[in-house]
């Protein structure tokens, strides 16, 4: 039963469900961890992108993407892209059924909590500043630190020489920590299609109380920014890379 699409669906289900935990515990009202802040939510998606990827490689992916910016990035390396999309169906399907649980968990929680977009922020992201063009390049350089680090991270030199070698899960997490700590109070810091869009799709979906709009007006931002970034980032490995 393993395989690269289980891995994916699996690891970014895992993912989300963690990452979208600690949104709706800091947020919801009557939750232990209401009101938390920022380092714990920045925390916690760390250790879900940590927990997502060994859980993605124990069911069958090597790369464990969760991600489809990183797939796209891989693609643009290796000049491959037949299992692009097959992979991305994976990814997305996983962060809408890791929402869907996440929403489950905190039933009793919807109905306490009056304020509907802060129920819409527990799946996905928004601009603190509403400003489309720096929305997108705030996603945009975020997922390009993302690909690039994580490149220099799983790089021979590192992976396979450097005092680092076999810690590449807990690197990735602690990337993913800093990028939410220094770039990610400008838009939440999607950095990945399939962790915005599939929650925000299971947020228009399931019946939950006094939920509001799901702001497809500014979905396509966490959307096409992070897959720029990956492409431009791909890009730039590819040409500089002297591995």
């Not at 669906?9 to 935990?21: A, E, K």
């Not at 299609?193 to 966490?222: C, E, F, M, Q, V």
Request: proline share 6%; aromatic share 8%.
């Amino acid at each position: 039963m393993h395989s690269a699409w289980l891995g994916e669906f699996m690891g970014t289900l895992v993912l989300v469900l963690l990452g979208t935990g600690v949104n709706a515990g800091v947020t919801l009202r009557k939750s232990y961890a209401a009101d938390a802040g920022w380092i714990v939510i920045t925390t916690g998606w760390a250790l879900g992108v940590l927990c997502g990827v060994i859980v993605a490689q124990g069911f069958g992916s090597h790369d464990a993407a969760l991600n489809p910016a990183v797939t796209l990035a891989g693609a643009v390396l290796s000049g491959k892209y037949d299992q692009v999309f097959w992979l991305w169906s994976a990814q997305l399907l996983g962060a809408m059924c890791g929402a869907g649980l996440m929403t489950a968990q905190y039933t009793p929680h919807w109905a306490a909590t009056p304020d509907a977009g802060a129920k819409l922020g527990v799946f996905c992201t928004g601009p603190a500043i509403r400003m489309p063009l720096a929305n997108l390049f705030s996603e945009i350089l975020g997922t390009a630190v993302l690909i690039v680090v994580a490149g220099a991270i799983f790089s021979p030199g590192v992976a396979e020489h450097g005092p680092v070698a076999g810690l590449g899960p807990l690197l990735v997490g602690a990337l993913v920590w800093g990028i939410g700590l220094s770039l990610g109070g400008t838009t939440g810091y999607a950095i990945n299609p399939a962790r915005d869009l599939g929650p925000r799709l299971t947020h228009a979906l399931l019946p939950i109380p006094g939920k509001g709009g799901s702001n497809w007006g500014y979905a396509w931002i966490p959307v096409m920014g992070p897959l720029v970034g990956a492409a431009l980032a791909g890009l730039l490995l590819k040409v500089t890379r002297p591995w």
